[in-house]
């Protein structure tokens, strides 16, 4: 039986043969959608299956996504994996998953194997300030997204990024603290070198500011005073934390926000380990929400990364290779999700 060619797909759907390979590229975010019900009903009636090997003897790249995740000790990464490899398998697409546990040299050289291995692109999800250690291999015609990381100066000009806006994030994590009546509210993180926290970081420095605070006298856990870690030894740091804040009823918050959830958690511990209740004698929210955050008792407050919508961006920015806008930023607002574990301040509650 002879092999059924683009040109009779495009036949069949009423459209040019560069319109099926658009879809098959995964070009489509500038699609009409019924033109691709009908390119994908075509493909499917006439049993229509690429030539891969063909293609990459022709493109020098083949069908695989290159993911390099900073941690697959934090359940945010493991989500985001799942919803780009299902993305990417709609698209005829296969993933390849590496860990660069936030170790910029780790990322070089997984960058620059999967690159000469022949990977479509590459979504990287580094919170590094700079992207200095692979801008060579960018140079060279590397399809480089990045993830969770919002665009820097100095970035290489055909890098595209898709971010939550951080700042907008710590914003409405503290204001919500700030709403419920909490005066004293803390931040909790590792050191602020990384984009991200210090994003996070800024947004809750505004909302206090706004409010007629000053952050330099609330009471954080930052930079020097916390630990370097990573995302597997997050919760550690959040137990740490809650430890050294809430010891002295005098001085200890009556809220706190949290870098990321899998901190949040451990604060919540921290907290029980002291005799506190969560939500009754100190507020937390978290950032990302993970599936632990609607689990844990009580379920936590935290700012929701879309993580299924950024995933989609990131595979249609990878795969539009029309050279339009090579340096696109896309920037998302993320959500706040009101749990049990934010309450107004108890009455009298002398902090």
């Known amino acids: 039986m002879a092999r059924v060619t683009i040109q009779q797909v495009a036949e069949a759907a009423g459209v040019s043969p560069s319109t099926v390979s658009n879809v098959l590229n995964g070009r489509t975010n500038r699609m009409v959608p019924a033109t691709k019900e009908r390119i994908d009903r075509a493909i499917a009636e006439l049993g229509y299956h690429p030539n891969k090997a063909a293609r990459q003897l022709r493109t020098g790249r ?6 390099i995740v900073p941690s697959v000790g934090n359940p945010f990464w493991g989500a985001f994996a799942r919803e780009l490899e299902l993305a990417a398998m709609t698209v005829g697409h296969n993933l390849l998953l590496c860990n660069s546990e936030r170790d910029a040299e780790r990322e070089r050289r997984y960058v620059q194997e999967l690159w000469e291995d022949g990977v479509r692109g590459i979504v990287l999800c580094s919170s590094l300030p700079t992207l200095d250690h692979v801008a ?6 590397l399809r480089l997204v990045t993830f969770d990381r919002q665009a820097q100066p100095g970035d290489p000009e055909n890098v595209i990024s898709v971010s939550i806006n951080n700042l907008v994030g710590g914003h409405l994590a503290t ?4 709403e419920l009546g909490h005066q004293r509210v803390s931040f909790v993180s590792g050191s602020l070198a990384s984009v991200n926290r210090a994003g996070r970081y800024r947004g809750y420095c505004m909302a206090l500011e706004q409010a007629g605070l000053d952050p330099a006298e609330m009471p954080a856990w930052t930079g020097a ?5 990573g995302d597997v030894e997050a919760a550690e740091v959040g137990r740490r934390a809650a430890h050294a804040l809430f010891e002295d009823p005098a001085t200890a918050p009556t809220g ?3 870098i990321n959830d899998m901190t949040a958690l451990g604060l919540c511990r921290g907290l029980r380990d002291l005799g506190l209740q969560v939500g009754t004698d100190a507020s937390i929210v978290g950032f990302d929400d993970i599936v632990l955050a609607e689990l844990y ?3 936590l407050t935290t700012v929701r990364q879309p993580i299924a919508r950024m995933a989609a961006l990131a595979l249609e920015e990878m ?3 029309t050279g339009e806008d090579p340096g696109r930023t896309v920037l998302l607002r993320p959500e706040l999700v009101v749990r049990g574990s934010t309450q107004a301040p108890r009455v009298g509650a002398s902090r």
């Open 297 to 299: 008792d009580p379920p």
């Open 136 to 141: 060579d291999i960018v140079a060279r015609g």
């Open 175 to 178: 204001s919500h603290l700030l």
């Open 256 to 258: 706190v926000v949290a």
């Open 62 to 67: 083949t069908q695989t996504i290159g993911l």
């Open 319 to 321: 795969l539009d290779d």
């Open 225 to 229: 005073d916390a630990p370097a870690f």
